[in-house]
């Protein structure tokens, strides 16, 4: 299986926990974004590295919130001490650089219950 | 700010019917994507219009653009069940590189 691939797929923790998830974009993809979505809703745009450098975060993304990708490869999202208000899905997608539609390809997604 | 609304937010139809799902975005927009998903799913992308009076068709969907409308549709031949999804769409903004979404159409076809 080549696409994104996504972390544990879902994750049940007590208020006050923290947490993280881990994303593999597709092989070669040196483009990489989380975005968060509740029920209802479309995803919400938070973070996007291009190789190991994160260019762009979302007034989304708390102090309570951290992304890495250390090498260029894989990233993680880090949330400490959850709120109730932290439960959504978070979704990973990758795109290659320089190709002209840049498609953003989504991971399945992990699936966050904070109790 | 780039902002994306879509209407219907709900449709439920019959099979082979016809329909179309409107996107309208507030300000430039690099370019429109549409993608489907299914319940507890991720989301799979469907089309990407690139520019002015770009159409895209893929079996029983059209998708189009206008962006002196500032207006994306998204249209659908002779429904069926298989097509029941949420489609969105969302507009791209180049320099922060990030997708935004509309709230989704949630489409259900039935028999």
């Known amino acids: 299986d080549t696409g994104v691939s996504q972390d544990p797929r879902h994750k049940i923790t007590k208020r006050g926990q923290n947490v993280t998830f881990r994303c593999d974009p597709i092989s070669e993809h040196n483009r990489l974004y989380w975005y968060r979505q509740t029920l209802g809703q479309g995803p919400e745009f938070l973070t996007y590295?291009?190789?190991?450098?994160?260019?762009?975060k979302s007034r989304l993304l708390s102090d309570r919130f951290s992304a890495e990708r250390p090498k260029g490869s894989f990233s993680t999202l880090e949330i400490q001490r959850t709120e109730q208000g932290d439960s959504a899905m978070y979704l990973c997608?990758?795109?290659?650089?320089?190709?002209?539609?840049?498609?953003?390809?989504f991971g399945p997604g992990t699936r966050l219950l904070v109790l | 700010e780039l902002k994306v609304e879509q209407n219907p937010l709900f449709l439920s139809m019959q099979e082979g019917k016809n329909y179309t799902i409107y996107c309208n975005y507030s300000t430039t927009s690099d370019r429109l994507y549409w993608y489907r998903q299914d319940p507890g799913k991720s989301l799979e992308s469907l089309f990407v219009l690139l520019s002015n009076g770009a159409v895209k068709q893929e079996g029983r969907l059209m998708a189009s653009l206008d962006t002196k409308a500032r207006l994306s549709t998204l249209h659908i031949t002779a429904a069926v069940h298989d097509l029941s999804a949420t489609y969105f769409c969302?507009?791209?903004?180049?320099?922060?590189?990030?997708?935004?979404f509309g709230q989704g159409t949630r489409l259900t076809i039935n028999p």
């Open positions: 997608a990758s795109s290659p650089r320089g190709s002209p539609q840049e498609t953003q390809y």
């Open positions: 590295f291009q190789n190991e450098a994160q260019l762009e």
């Open positions: 969302a507009g791209f903004l180049q320099g922060a590189q990030k997708l935004v």
